[in-house]
């Protein structure tokens, strides 16, 4: 039985809940599809000069939460290499930002895009603070028509729970239109808070943290989507 190797993107900390959640999260989705699912921690900083044996040999990526990073050009390697590469990507909170952001920089031609949170006065902040912050909020997401997560979850709109504070500029949305990356998901106030890639076997980001469902024992939809697009 093929096992699913899984690199976990990040600057791991217990104390983060996320980073409690994800291994669970992670297990449910391998008893769910009947496959075991090993992972691995992977710094950001160990990612600095380009992405390491640890995230080619996986196959799939998680970059998870909690920003800032120890090294963003770490985080964004794993990332660009995930999109190029065709492996399949999700990334959570800060993992959605990161995604957002490298796609700024290396495919609409945004190379001065930058995190707000590291960068508060410099270039182009495509990643900005929220209008109202969401560390540990819950609320409902509007799955768009015809997206892949409206396949993954069967529903237009679900309840998510959030810790953050940054997310995409309405400023920089136009980004995302007419390209391969496309808004995938809102809240009710109109902001995004999913992106998926299309044309790629799996890339998701969302602003929200579907890996919380495992602290309560439920495997989340979009987690068993990403590893069974690992496994295949």
């Known amino acids: 039985m093929k096992h699913v190797r899984i690199a976990l ?4 900390d217990d104390a983060v809940t996320a980073h409690r959640a994800i291994p ?17 921690w992977v710094g950001t900083d160990t990612l600095s000069d380009g992405v390491s044996e640890q995230v080619t040999s996986a196959d799939g990526v998680w970059v998870v939460p909690n920003s800032p990073y120890r ?5 964004l390697a794993a990332i660009r290499y995930a999109r190029e590469s065709g492996r ?12 957002v952001l490298e796609y700024a920089r290396h495919v609409s031609g945004l190379p001065d895009a930058v995190h707000a949170e590291l960068e508060p006065d410099g270039g182009a ?5 929220l ?16 997206s892949r997560l409206e396949r993954i979850y069967g529903a237009g709109r679900v309840a998510e729970t959030y810790h953050c504070n940054y997310g995409l500029n309405p ?15 809102r809240d009710e106030a109109g902001e995004v808070r999913a992106v998926e890639l299309n044309g790629h ?9 579907p890996e919380r469902a495992a602290l309560t024992g439920r495997a989340h939809p979009l987690v068993n989507a990403f590893v069974a697009a690992a496994l295949a």
Not at 90 to 95: Q, Y
Not at 201 to 209: D, E, G, I, P
């Open 131 to 146: 209008s109202c912050g969401l560390v540990e909020k819950s609320g409902d997401v509007v799955i768009h028509p015809g």
């Open 201 to 209: 076997r799996f890339f998701v980001a969302t602003l929200f943290q």
């Open 71 to 75: 090294s963003e050009s770490g985080a």
């Open 88 to 99: 399949p990507f999700f990334g959570t909170c800060a993992g959605f930002q990161h995604a």
């Open 9 to 12: 993107v990040g600057d791991h």
């Open 171 to 185: 400023r920089y949305e136009h980004l995302l239109e007419g390209g391969p990356l496309r808004i995938a998901a």
């Open 125 to 129: 902040p495509v990643i900005a603070l």
């Open 24 to 40: 669970g999260a992670l297990e449910l989705a391998g008893l769910s599809l009947g496959t075991p699912v090993t992972w691995s």
